[in-house]
């Protein structure tokens, strides 16, 4: 187990799934889940509070303590999840390592399902209404 909990990051435009699956998160792993309702907020959050943008990453930043599990819904208006991705890709190893991005889809379309798990920031997509027992089974995965 590590020292510090990670930091839950849910990034959704459904105001209903925010709350739902933020509460979910808060019930099953402890702490508050930090929600956003687009990409733009959750990129410059990243850039800002987790200093992801800087070589180093900043002391105290979720990223320099127990890491970061980033909940990613595909289909947003505007910048959708895979737009996120692109421009996370421009991020420093050393952040992306300290992250856990799972995308979210309410339709599970076999191309979204292919181009999601074929991407090499993301570990796997997951449906939506989020199955937090699913979510905790990949979580105790990666971490053994």
Do not use: C
């Not at 930091?7 to 799934?17: C, S």
């Not at 509460?23 to 930090?34: K, M, S, T």
């Not at 339709?107 to 905790?136: C, M, N, S, W, Y």
Request: glycine share 10%; charged share 30%.
């Amino acid at each position: 187990m590590m020292a510090k909990p990670a930091e839950f990051w849910l990034v959704d435009d459904n105001e209903i799934d925010r709350v739902v699956n933020g509460r979910l998160i808060e019930v099953a792993f402890g702490g508050q889940a930090r929600k956003f309702k687009d990409g733009p907020a959750f990129l410059e959050a990243l850039a800002q509070d987790a200093g992801v943008e800087e070589d180093d990453l900043r002391e105290g930043s979720p990223l320099s303590e127990g890491g970061l599990v980033v909940l990613l819904d595909i289909k947003m208006p505007g910048l959708d999840g895979f737009g996120v991705l692109e421009r996370m890709e421009m991020y420093p190893v050393s952040a992306l390592a300290r992250m856990t991005v799972f995308m979210l889809s309410a339709t599970l379309d076999p191309e979204e399902l292919k181009r999601a798990e074929g991407h090499p920031i993301v570990e796997a997509l997951l449906p939506k209404p989020l199955d937090i027992h699913q979510l905790r089974g990949w979580l105790e995965q990666l971490r053994s």
